[in-house]
């Protein structure tokens, strides 16, 4: 096939061609020499692809058409919510007066700003039982270091030093142990059981005058409601720790259940996933911290808050852990938030809890005659497989996730999390439709009926992508980077 598209931008490449047209300078040139630091200066022009607007419009456009997204199809990524973006969000976020304010106005000139900052503030304590909240971290694992800060900190104003380790459960978003060491803390492991909930018994074992937190997602990585949270809470503070909730996907117990009254002093929610930001890409996120009122001295600086009928930025707060973002957290992301609780309103944020629920449990019911169920009970907002049976066939987990591109879908999360053999972890979301969810049931019987009686099919798969089965171990081990000529 010959396709310009295959091109690298490198290879496209001619001499002297340009993609823009700038007016003539007609200020005097300056001597960068003298001004910047020896060193600063570039020795050498870098080399750059030259190529004109088109060529590089092309380019980009004919990558993009390979990305796969919300927009272009079902994406069931377990443990990361990759819902529908409504677009009334994109039109609020485009209105002048948010998208054109700067973060260095005078608060008197953006009060309109702060006011909607300050509301979704306010939504997202009700919403999570706390007492106070930060919108400044601009992500979820961001939000859980900003939150194990001030736990941190809390701790260290009371004099109790040695509380420095963090429990995590064996079935923990990766995040969670990463997030506890770059606080400085340490992370030791609770088990779980052979129900898939946290051992209390092993809890009990762990937790000491050293632990800092408990650190806990609800329902937990296998889309399973922790049914003993409120022991577990009373286990972890008479030992003088605090609980931490990962509330990156709250699609489950959205408007039903909240971890403030479950007994939780801290809380972090990903707008760009429950609260339907786009995300993905590294794009812009945002990670809101939520925390009870022992802790509220010890949150980002500024805070915002009234006084009287003014909204300002307070930073006289000395036992601050200090800023954690420049400038106020990343406004279009909130305000796209605002946009989407306020236009579903209460019922219509317990009517996305109720489909997420019902969504994941009628596709792992639909599923469970055909790949092995290793929780046989009823799930929240997600769901795990185990391809165990399939692997005693040929064909593993990895080899699904590759043939389901072969009909346009994006894979589940796959040997996640690490407690589940082969495991297939699927997250419809409450925005698909019962045609989509039907759709993609569809493929995966397709596919276990395929590794039974044709299994090459799916070991040899992608048999439609650009590009095939990759060197998976050679990509993580040795990535190249950059362009090299060959
Ligand atoms: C996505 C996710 C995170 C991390 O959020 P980022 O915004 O990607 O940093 C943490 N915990 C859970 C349970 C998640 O699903």
Redesign the pocket.
């Known amino acids: 096939m010959h396709n310009q598209d295959q091109a690298l931008i490198f290879e496209l490449s001619t001499p002297g061609r340009i993609g823009y047209s700038l007016p003539e300078m007609d200020v005097p040139e300056l001597d960068l020499e003298g001004l910047l630091p020896e060193g600063y200066l570039r020795s050498e022009e870098p080399e750059l692809p030259e190529v004109s607007e088109l060529d590089i419009m092309r380019h980009y456009t004919a990558l993009s058409r390979r990305n796969h997204g919300v927009d272009s199809g079902f994406y069931p990524l377990g443990?990361?919510?990759m819902k529908y973006n409504p677009k009334i969000n994109e039109n609020v976020a485009r209105f002048n007066g948010f998208a054109h304010v700067h973060p260095l106005q005078d608060e008197s000139s953006v009060q309109g700003a702060l006011e909607l900052l300050y509301d979704l503030q306010e939504h997202l304590i009700e919403i999570t039982g706390m007492d106070e909240v930060t919108l400044q971290p601009a992500?979820?694992?961001?939000?859980?270091w900003t939150g194990l800060m001030m736990i941190r900190a809390y701790h260290e104003a009371n004099g109790d030093l040695k509380r420095t380790k963090v429990i995590v459960p064996d079935s923990?978003?990766g995040?969670?142990p990463a997030s506890a060491t770059v606080a400085g803390l340490e992370t030791i492991t609770v088990k779980s059981n052979e129900n898939g909930l946290v051992d209390l018994e092993d809890l009990r074992r762990v937790v000491g005058e050293d632990t800092a937190a408990l650190m806990l997602?609800n329902p937990n990585?296998l889309g399973l409601f922790e049914e003993n949270i409120v022991e577990m809470a009373e286990i972890v503070h008479a030992a003088g720790g605090k609980l931490y909730y990962?509330g990156?996907?709250l699609n489950a117990v959205l408007s039903k259940a909240r971890p403030g009254d479950m007994g939780f002093d801290v809380v972090?929610l990903?707008l760009?996933?429950t609260f339907t930001g786009p995300?993905g890409g590294g794009g812009p996120?945002s990670?809101p911290v939520g925390v009870k009122a022992d802790l509220i001295p010890f949150l980002p600086k500024p805070v915002i808050t009234k006084r009287g009928e003014e909204f300002v930025f307070d930073y006289d707060r000395p036992q601050s852990i200090g800023r954690v973002k420049p400038y106020y957290g990343n406004f279009g992301i909130n305000v796209r938030a605002y946009t989407y609780i306020r236009s579903m309103g209460p019922d219509g944020l317990k009517a996305v809890t109720e489909y997420a629920v019902l969504n994941a449990n009628y596709m792992m019911r639909r599923l469970a005659e055909y790949y092995d169920l290793p929780f046989d009970k009823h799930c929240k907002h997600e769901f795990v497989l185990s391809g165990r049976r399939q692997k005693k066939l040929g064909v593993r987990t990895l080899d699904i996730a590759k043939r389901l591109l072969d009909f346009g879908y994006h894979p589940p999360t796959i040997y996640f999390p690490l407690n589940v053999e082969e495991c297939i972890m699927i997250e419809p979301t409450e925005t698909e439709s019962k045609e989509t969810l039907d759709s993609f049931v569809d493929i995966m019987i397709q596919i276990a009926k395929e590794a039974e009686e044709n299994p090459e099919i799916v070991q040899e798969a992608p048999h439609t992508t650009v590009v095939g089965r990759m060197d998976e171990a050679t990509a993580a081990r040795k990535p190249i980077l950059k362009y090299q000529k060959a």
Do not use: L, R
């Not at 992500?139 to 859980?144: R, T």
């Open positions: 443990s990361c919510t992500a979820g694992a961001h939000g859980e923990a978003h995040t969670n997602t990585t990962d990156a996907n972090h990903n760009h996933k995300h996120g990670g």
